[in-house]
């Protein structure tokens, strides 16, 4: 339920914090070693990593009622006015995979896919899109009964409607053997299936946008080789050059989440995170990862309590005898804070002793983009500065991103030899597709972070390597692929001058 709380309070767009609270929340109720409805009666719950006193009334209240009033009121109230109508990709994934099997028990449907922009992994979606196999004339008629699909709209095959939820959703129906057809003709941009199925066309005389081919269609691969083309994935059916690339044979082999062997950025409860540095080595070692770097917050940002030269080198000490017992390989580091002129929070020296340095702006959003740019591009200038974090500062649905020249920091980052960050934090995502393609272009190497505050939130890299995938991004580009040892050279090699 609290799970739920949060997913809803995603989709209405609430504050971030809330919704971070209510999620940790969740997963620190379902992995407790013992009885939740003990620790409710004996009043122990407060004492949970993450629970405060709010919290820790709702998980009793759900322990002892079986309700959340809360979930109740959010299930019924209608979405705030305040929305922008647009829908960040993590609630948008979470509440597609909750709708699934709830179309697909309908009456006449065989099976759903989820489809449009959101399987092609966009930051922020404008609705949720299904393909439903079935039986037309019986799946319509449960669409038309189920009372959440409100203000339904029928086009032909295809329905829109408002969930009562308040999130707009896109139904596309095909008998069975249009299915993959179907899939496809909804997956990609306008262009990007205009340009393929008159390549169809002209190549084999196949019309891809009406329906009832005479040979059914059973894979996705199959409609590209009437177009001869190979295969190309969801996330870069864009009409960005994908199409010339393809026929050329010059295709990336896009980064997949099994390449992915660690996380270079991430808090723990020394700063503002809610667990402690062993239970996220224990988590990321049950996500099969090699190593995970500790990157707390540094002395001046006060507010996510940073750490004091003092806690940090206890903090190092702490790894260092934590690390005999640990499967994985757990990385020192810091988030230091790049300060408004561009000098960092923390001496060269206490950086140097680290094996991982991600430098992020956390202050004075608002100064100018000259003074931005500069200031950025300073903390380029220094050797021990790795990896710049979060580079634009942006919040989807919340702060637009500061203003900084991104074609003059990307020029920096390639002429230093800094990494530039994807973080996935799912109202981060920053820095966005385009520009991360334009990194690779130049020559700079990438890195995907979850900056994850809690164990549940390292699952985020997934959200990270769908930027990386739109963004055309193969293993090589991105540091989180190289083994523990690799990537230790990679990020050493500012100060030892070395190239990538
Ligand atoms: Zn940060
Ligand atoms: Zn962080």
Redesign the pocket.
């Known amino acids: 339920m609290l799970e739920r709380a949060a997913l809803l309070l995603a989709l209405r767009q609430e504050d971030r914090y809330r919704v971070r609270a209510y999620k940790r929340a969740a997963w620190t109720v379902a992995s407790l070693p013992e009885k939740v409805e003990d620790l409710a009666r004996e009043n122990r719950l407060e004492a949970l990593p993450g629970i405060g006193p709010s919290l820790a009334a709702k998980t009793k209240e759900i322990v002892e009622t079986g309700r959340l009033s809360l979930l109740e009121k959010l299930e019924s109230a209608a979405l705030p006015e305040k929305t922008s109508g647009m829908i960040m990709s993590a609630p948008a994934l979470a509440f597609a995979r909750e709708l699934l099997p709830v179309v697909e028990s309908f009456d006449g449907v065989y099976s759903a896919r989820i489809t449009g922009a959101l399987r092609r992994g966009q930051a922020m979606v404008p609705c949720l899109e299904f393909v439903l196999a079935c039986d037309i004339s019986r799946a319509r008629e449960a669409i038309k009964s189920y009372k959440h699909f409100h203000r339904q709209r029928w086009q032909g095959y295809c329905c829109h409607a408002t969930h009562t939820l308040g999130v707009e959703l896109t139904f596309h129906l095909a008998e069975k053997r249009d299915f993959i057809q179907t899939l496809w003709l909804t997956t990609g941009s306008r262009e990007h299936v205009n340009r393929v199925a008159a390549m169809a066309k002209s190549n084999r005389g196949t019309e891809l946008l009406r329906l009832g081919l005479d040979k059914e269609i059973v894979a996705e691969e199959d409609i590209y080789a009437l177009a001869g083309l190979p295969f190309i994935e969801p996330e870069i059916r864009e009409n960005r050059g994908e199409i010339t690339a393809a026929f050329r044979g010059e295709l990336p082999r896009l980064i997949e989440a099994c390449d992915y062997r660690g996380d270079l950025h991430i808090h723990t409860d020394w700063s503002d995170g809610t667990a402690g540095i062993e239970q996220m080595a224990g988590a990321a070692a049950e996500l099969g990862y090699e190593y995970l770097a500790i990157t707390d ?1 540094s002395r001046s940002l006060k507010i996510a309590g940073g750490l004091s030269l003092e806690r940090l080198a206890a903090q190092i000490q702490v790894i260092k005898d934590l690390q005999k017992a640990c499967s994985i390989r757990i990385f020192t580091g810091i ?1 230091v804070d790049i300060l408004p002129d561009g000098r960092l929070d923390a001496p060269d020296e206490v950086l140097a002793g680290l094996d991982v340095v991600v430098a ?1 702006v ?1 202050s004075a959003f608002r100064q100018s983009k000259e003074q931005m740019t500069a200031r950025i591009c300073r903390a380029m200038q220094n050797p021990y500065v790795q990896i710049i ?2 580079p634009t500062g942006r919040l989807l649905n919340k702060r637009k991103a500061y203003e900084v020249d991104m074609e003059e920091l990307l020029k920096v980052a390639a002429a230093t030899g800094t990494i530039l960050e994807i ?1 996935a934090t799912p109202d981060r995502l920053d820095i966005d597709d385009n520009t991360a393609r334009k990194a690779k272009a130049a020559g700079i190497l990438l890195a995907v972070n979850t ?1 994850a505050h809690s164990q549940t939130e390292l699952a985020n890299a997934a959200l990270g390597l769908s930027v990386a995938r739109r963004a055309w991004l193969s293993r090589e580009d991105v540091i989180n692929t190289a083994s523990s040892r690799d990537v230790q050279a990679l990020l050493q090699r500012k100060r030892t001058g070395g190239r990538r």
């Open positions: 917050h988030e992020s956390h974090g979060h973080n900056d």
